[in-house]
Structures are given as structure tokens and as C-alpha cells.
């Protein structure tokens, strides 16, 4: 309530949950339109659990209340049957990655257009970005975005007024020392382009 912008580091990517549903009651309590733009590679939609985990906890945050119209998902490479479905039925909009990478800069406009009027929250999986330049993470997947188009996107964001929350998550520090901490480097540098 009292900062302009909040930045959360996460582990994994279940304590989008939690936040989620604490920005969820913030906007709710002030009369504003939530907005959560997603870079992931996977959709997190898998059906509920007992707890809340990486692999649903968008699902458990639009069945808290969270309007799943005003939810966008950048980058995904690997869905199950399952969560494809969900996403359709729930009218989840998403931007591939291929689309993305054709016309970078008017994607990143139309990123930004779609939260316009809205109070902004960012979630950023690092898994979003090709392993090739974030390889200490959870479930890699080839074909993702290069370390200077994802902070091309997130310096674009970072100038965002209505930027409230950002997320950084799944970024695994003790695997990374292996590979001269190339992905926590990469993870400070996106955290530089928001402060």
C-alpha cells in the first residue's frame, strides 16, 4: 500500500499465488482493474492440487477471483491437453513466442496496450527465457527468448506508470555456480532495468 512498485524474487513460481491474491485484494480494495501480463514457458493451469504448486497456481489464482480476461501470457512453449483447454475455456489470452519474435518491438506495444487503464502486475518465469542464456531453472525449454530481447521487454515495462508488481521466479542459484552464475547475473540485470 505505501510503495509505488513492489519487486518479489521468488523461488519457484507458487508464491505468484500468494501474491497474486494479495494484489488481487489491494485492487479490490481500492476500486482498481487487476492486469497480469505472464512470461512463461508453461501455462501453470494443471487442475488443482491439495497445495498450491508451480504447476497451478494460475489456475488457484482465477479461482480466487482473479478475471481471467485481463490475464496475458507471453512466451509459452510446452502446455499440456489439460491446460490448453482450461486457457480456451477461460478466454486466457497469449502472445506465442514466434509472434514475438517476428516484430519484437510492436509485440512489446501491444504487451503494454493490453494492460492500459489497468493496475499491473508482472510475472516473469525465467524459463521464459532460452536456456541457452538462463539454463538454471526448473523445466528448461529450447526455443525461448534471447537475454537482450527479454530486457529490451522488461526495460519497456520497467517505464510502465501502472507497473505495480513485478516477480522474478525460478531462477535456481545452486546449479547455477556450475555455469559461472550465468543466470543469477542475468536475473540481477532484468531487476536493474526496473530501479
Not at 504448486?53 to 502446455?79: M, Q, T
Not at 499440456?80 to 480456451?88: G, N, W
Not at 532460452?130 to 523445466?139: K, N, V
Not at 547455477?176 to 543466470?183: E, F, G, I, L, M
Request: proline fraction near 4%; include cysteine; hydrophobic fraction near 35%.
Amino acid at each position: 500500500k505505501s510503495n509505488e512498485k513492489v519487486i518479489f524474487i521468488g523461488g519457484d513460481h507458487s508464491i505468484t499465488y500468494s501474491t497474486g491474491k494479495a494484489f488481487l485484494d489491494f485492487c479490490r480494495e481500492n476500486g482498481k482493474e487487476p492486469c497480469l501480463i505472464i512470461f512463461d514457458s508453461h501455462p501453470d493451469c494443471m487442475p488443482p492440487q491439495k497445495n498450491v504448486s508451480h504447476e497451478e497456481w494460475l489456475r488457484a489464482c482465477v479461482d480466487y477471483g482473479f478475471p481471467a480476461k485481463n490475464i496475458l501470457f507471453v512466451g509459452l512453449r510446452n502446455s499440456d491437453i489439460v491446460e490448453i483447454k482450461y486457457m480456451s475455456e477461460n478466454s486466457i489470452k497469449q502472445i506465442k513466442i514466434n509472434d514475438l519474435m517476428n516484430d519484437l518491438e510492436d509485440v512489446t506495444d501491444s504487451i503494454m496496450e493490453f494492460s492500459s487503464g489497468k493496475e499491473l502486475y508482472v510475472s516473469f518465469d525465467i524459463d521464459f527465457i532460452d536456456p541457452a542464456f538462463a539454463p538454471s531453472t526448473g523445466y528448461i525449454e529450447p526455443g525461448g527468448a534471447t537475454s537482450r530481447e527479454a530486457l529490451y521487454i522488461v526495460s519497456r515495462i520497467g517505464l510502465m506508470k501502472n507497473l505495480r508488481v513485478f516477480d522474478l521466479v525460478e531462477i535456481n542459484e545452486k546449479i547455477d555456480k556450475q555455469v559461472n552464475n550465468r543466470t543469477v547475473k542475468l536475473g540481477a540485470k532484468i531487476l536493474s532495468e526496473l530501479v
